[in-house]
């Protein structure tokens, strides 16, 4: 279920630096447990959301931010001042489509992650045992 009425979510980094909007939020939104993203969030895993490129807005701070290019060619996007995580893209990144760090968000949303993604390298101190379906892989992966 997408959000389909037109709001401006407002997001920021933790010092406020950096500050966005987004004007709608697509439905694909999950819960990242691969190896890269637990140890930049320092938690069990990284909630994205997508928003279409036209979607998503700096509005202030932009020159905050830097960026992280990981061995296999993903990037994240952070503040240089508080390090909160914002941005993650694929190598191969069109541009149509933003997946920011959901907990970014000030403003509240009705919808919810959908899925656990590379939980085969999942913390061994958490177990997801939550009704969303759980792939060891990407979203093609077959779900356990």
Not at 37 to 49: D, E, L, V
Not at 63 to 90: D, H, Q
Not at 92 to 99: A, L, M, Q, T, Y
């Amino acid at each position: 279920m997408t959000d389909s009425t037109e709001h401006k979510y407002q997001g920021q980094c933790l010092c406020g630096s950096i500050k966005y909007e987004v004007t709608k939020i697509e439905e694909r939104m999950g819960h990242c447990h691969c190896i890269m993203c637990r140890k930049f969030h320092g938690a069990a895993f990284a909630t994205y959301a997508e928003a279409k490129s036209e979607n998503f807005h700096w509005v202030s701070g932009e020159n905050f931010i830097k960026s992280y290019v990981a061995p296999n060619g993903t990037t994240r996007k952070f503040c240089e001042n508080c390090g909160s995580s914002l941005i993650f893209e694929m190598p191969n990144d069109d541009g149509k489509s933003v997946e920011f760090a959901l907990s970014t968000l000030d403003t509240d949303i009705s919808l919810k992650p959908d899925a656990h993604i590379f939980t085969k390298y999942g913390a061994s101190w958490y177990e997801a045992n939550d009704e969303l379906p759980n792939h060891p892989e990407g979203r093609d992966s077959q779900p356990e």
